[in-house]
């Protein structure tokens, strides 16, 4: 029984991520019509751009700032080269774009920095944190927590 409580909840913190991504795609649809598809790929790119500033000796919080500003300078590029051009065309032209778009910066992003996996440390372990009942050994990860707790306040941030 505890081994199914435990997958349960650790089922429920995966599905906060599943809401995360859910959440991202709906921001950038409200703001700008456009259902994005290449949002993933943008995600992988800035998580990329990250890591590889991470491995150049860069400090975090700078990185941070280096990898917005070449999401941003991106983003712009992307908007005024590709999007703008396609306002008040059928949607599945704009559909098609960003399918496009996807594959586009999935292939930039492997000839930039290569298909090898890069790892990520944020200072959060991905360790068994905390027994909810000593007895039932049923453990949560550290980072699902966090997980959580960042979406919850997000969501609340937004609906407000």
């Known amino acids: 029984m505890a081994f199914a409580i435990e997958v349960l909840i650790a089922g429920l913190l995966s599905g906060v991520m599943y809401s995360l991504v859910a959440l991202g795609f709906v921001l950038i649809f409200k703001a700008s019509g456009v259902f994005n598809f290449a949002q993933g790929a943008m995600v992988l790119f800035a998580a990329l751009t990250f890591v590889r500033i991470l491995e150049m000796g860069v400090n975090f ?5 280096i990898a917005l500003a070449v999401m941003i300078l991106l983003a712009v590029i992307i908007e005024r080269v590709m999007l703008r051009p396609l306002v008040a065309q059928p949607v599945i032209i704009l559909f ?17 920095w290569d298909s090898q996996v890069h790892g990520l440390d944020i200072g959060i372990p991905d360790v068994p944190w905390m027994s909810i009942l000593e007895s039932t050994n049923i453990l ?3 980072f699902d927590v966090w997980t959580a707790v960042i979406c919850g306040v997000l969501v609340l941030f937004l609906a407000f």
């Open 140 to 142: 949560i990860s550290l």
């Open 96 to 112: 098609m774009a960003t399918i496009g778009l996807n594959y586009f910066l999935e292939g930039l992003a492997q000839g930039i």
């Open 61 to 65: 919080w700078l990185a941070i700032a």
